[in-house]
């Protein structure tokens, strides 16, 4: 992979908040920094270790050096306690930690590889070419589960992987060198590591990025962006009140306009989605991808006419809804699973997760169906199913039902067993003041059954999350055994 002079001058990234910005020759003469003393240290090549940068600026060059020393890069957490680090370093074997902060060290064995930052690099060395090989079937780096409901995996994910998905959602939406990536996820995550910084580095475009999105950074990131074209920005469900509230607070200042702007990892509430639709502009489309195998589909056919929909596979990305006794017909409800160029077809390390791949597929664990079309339609998760009194329903589902009450801002529901039904079902919200327990279960009432009730219903103020948004289910399993003991 070459650069070339115009495009080593070509700003990479630019932080508003920080008043800093990069360009593609600083972004190298960093990973030169990082390599070299990979080298120094004598790492051998294609050994793993974990990766944790604090300052964004600083992630990166630190990938991008761990490609040009050829070890491979584990990205995790900085803010995780060390108890957690020597999990991981135990477990998965790592051979060195790369940080850009000093830390307390805690741990023996692994090399501390300390990354003084792009900004003490010198980029007159990287102003007229520069290449970048890359061994495509080698591990470019592992990313890992965002533990909601378990242990974290470990996911490996080769060079052919990345480039294949990122050709294949560019062309799909017609995204080039030209294009703008508005970052406002953690960089140790792959909605805001993949999605946007190594999806723009590989298009060779440029990232806007100023940590978490939040009102507190969405003006100078807004100001930014103003006029420019082909702007991108994958988003989350909950960076969609910040962008509401913006605009309700700004009616004078004209809202920006983008290009694409994209939503994944998980439930999108319809009125949110129409709401800003109806303010920006544009179309929010949902796309549907994991960390194991990167974007899968994208709803760009018939983002207005099906709005539940998760869209429909990309290039190279085989889709199938099947059961115990094969693939389902078109309309038929069951277990996901894929094949494609952009998974890598085993986790790391832990052997016993593997049994998510089969013949060469990645059972996802979600369950859908698809639509004569082939739009796909997430209904659920195989492990969020609560089977009560031998039926089965999806806690997602009840979760919408209650999402979608007037004065509801969030809701969970899980499934406890129970010696009488199997399981009992039991959800939890945060609402205002004027919806509660008995409000709650009389709507739900016009479109449940009745044994599909939750048992109780409690109010919370808030739900533990991942970085991510994710609420963490094994906080509101423990949350649950307290209030019903």
């Known amino acids: 992979m070459i650069f070339e002079n115009e495009l080593l001058g070509k700003t990479w990234l630019k932080d508003p908040v920080n008043n800093y910005s990069c360009t593609y020759a600083q972004l190298f003469a960093g990973a030169a920094l990082l390599a070299t003393r990979v080298k120094e240290l004598q790492i051998e090549r294609d050994k793993p270790g974990l990766m944790l940068i604090k300052d964004s600026k600083n992630c990166m060059p630190a990938l991008l050096g761990c490609w040009m020393a050829g070890i491979v890069p584990a990205v995790y957490s900085p803010h995780a306690a ?11 074997s790592f051979d060195f930690i790369i940080t850009d902060f000093e830390r307390e060290d805690k741990t023996s064995g692994p090399v501390n590889i300390f990354f003084q ?13 520069c290449e970048l090989s890359l061994e495509m079937d080698k591990i470019a780096l592992l990313l890992f589960s965002s533990g909601t409901s378990g242990k974290q995996k470990c996911i490996p ?25 508005l970052c406002g996820s953690p960089l140790w995550h792959a909605h805001g590591l993949y999605n946007s910084f190594m999806t723009s580095f590989f298009l060779h475009a440029s990232v806007i990025y100023s940590g978490a999105f939040s009102l507190l950074n969405i003006n100078q990131l807004f100001g930014e962006i103003a006029g420019k074209e082909k702007l991108v920005f994958h988003i989350t469900p909950s960076m969609i009140p910040i962008l509401l509230m913006y605009a309700k607070k700004n009616t004078q200042t004209a809202l920006p306009s983008f290009y694409k702007v994209i939503c994944g990892t998980s439930f999108l509430d319809m009125g949110k989605k129409q709401e800003l639709e109806t303010v ?25 006419e099906k709005p539940l929909s ?15 006794t094969g693939v389902l017909e078109n309309g038929e409800t069951g277990s996901i699973r894929v094949k494609s160029d952009s998974c890598y077809g085993s986790y790391y390390g832990r052997v016993s997760d593997n049994d998510a791949f089969k013949n060469g597929y990645f059972y996802t664990g979600d369950i859908g169906y698809f639509d004569k079309d082939l739009s796909l339609f997430i209904t659920g998760r195989e492990k969020d199913l609560i089977k009560k009194g031998g039926f089965s329903i999806s806690a997602d589902s009840v979760t919408a039902l209650i999402k979608a009450i007037a004065g509801v801002e969030d809701a969970y529901t899980i499934g406890m067993n129970d010696p009488l039904v199997g399981e009992e079902i039991y959800s939890f919200y945060i609402a205002d003041m004027s919806v509660d327990e008995p409000a709650i279960k009389a709507a739900l009432k016009k479109n449940l059954a009745a044994n599909f ?33």
Not at 161 to 181: H, P, V, Y
Not at 294 to 303: E, S
Not at 456 to 461: A, H, L, N, P, S
Request: aromatic content about 10%.
């Open 310 to 324: 998760v869209g429909q596979a990309l290039e190279k990305v085989q889709l199938e809804i099947c059961n115990e």
């Open 117 to 129: 930052g792009i900004e003490t690099a010198v980029a007159t060395s990287f102003t007229e070419t």
């Open 82 to 92: 060390e108890t957690v680090y020597e999990e991981l370093i135990n477990e998965f």
């Open 280 to 304: 920006y502009q544009v179309k929010l489309l949902q796309q549907y991808g994991m960390s194991e195998s990167l974007f899968m589909t994208i709803n760009d056919a018939y983002p207005a």
């Open 157 to 181: 994910l080769s060079f052919n992987n990345l480039l294949s998905n990122i050709n294949a959602f560019a062309n799909r939406l017609g995204l080039s060198n030209e294009s703008s990536f």
């Open 453 to 485: 009730i939750p048992k109780r219903i409690f109010r919370v103020d808030s739900f533990a999350k991942t970085d991510s948004g994710k609420i963490i289910k094994a906080e509101v399993e423990t949350l649950l055994k307290g209030l019903l003991k």
